[in-house]
């Protein structure tokens, strides 16, 4: 089993808190020799319409001393589940979630034009408040 970031309890609550529903926590997927875990697998229902979502990984940046390779870490391992879902033709879209803080400090101009070009989608979360601060499309 993955490690677990110590912020994901309080990323599931401000899901929650914003009506979505925790499916599956350590999803797995496999394509060829190539497995991957997913954090999670949520559901929102609204108005008789449904959305799911996957998150690649839930990274607190907790460690200052880690934060240039705790980056090079996320956005690659996005990269790399997001080229899975291709292949399994699975169209559920996948976020990175991540603590206001560290949007803030560690995703520099250079970090999020990277993100910007390779359409990364984030969800940026208030830990302290359990609550989502935005959701970056």
Not at 3 to 8: G, S
Not at 31 to 55: C, H, P, T
């Amino acid at each position: 089993m993955p490690a677990v970031d110590t912020c994901q309890p309080q990323v599931i609550r401000a899901l929650e808190k914003d009506g979505w529903r925790i499916n599956y926590t350590h999803v797995r997927l496999v394509e060829g020799n190539r497995l991957i875990m997913l954090d999670i697998q949520a559901s929102y229902s609204a108005n008789g319409g449904s959305r799911q979502i996957l998150l690649a990984e839930i990274k607190c940046f907790a460690n200052s001393t880690e934060y240039s390779r705790d980056l090079y870490v996320a956005i690659g391992q996005y990269l790399i589940y997001q080229e899975v879902l291709n292949g399994l033709n699975d169209s559920t879209p996948l976020y990175l979630a991540i603590p206001i803080h560290a949007y803030r400090v560690v995703f520099d101009e250079v970090a999020l034009r990277v993100i910007n070009r390779v359409k990364m989608k984030m969800i940026v979360v208030d830990i302290e408040q359990e609550v989502i601060v935005e959701w970056k499309e």
